[in-house]
């Protein structure tokens, strides 16, 4: 019985950490295909930020995200995109963020 209880928090430990490891980005072995050219709409409202389409990685696969307006957070004014950049063990994603 003892034996059962320690696989069960070896496993949840693994769990977590796996779950840990994916929140800081993972890395993938071929670049993303080429940006999309979006059709940029006018604006809702003068308070609305435009915030680019980016490619996120799901499955195997590059997954095309449309870009959209958005408000920005308090105190925020402008949005800096994220990119894939090419590290020596493969392409990872920054992500983007307010400024």
Do not use: D, F
């Not at 979006?38 to 870009?67: F, K």
């Amino acid at each position: 019985m003892k034996t059962l209880k320690y696989t069960g928090i070896l496993l949840a430990l693994i769990g977590g950490s796996q779950l840990l490891t994916g929140c800081s980005g993972y890395v993938v072995a071929t670049g993303p295909p080429p940006m999309v050219n979006e059709v940029i709409v006018v604006s809702p409202s003068p308070r609305h930020v435009w915030m680019p389409g980016y490619y996120s990685y799901n499955r195997g696969n590059y997954v095309y995200n449309n870009g959209y307006y958005r408000i920005p957070p308090r105190g925020r004014t402008s949005y800096t995109q994220g990119n894939w950049h090419n590290t020596p063990k493969g392409y990872k994603r920054n992500k983007g963020h307010w400024n």
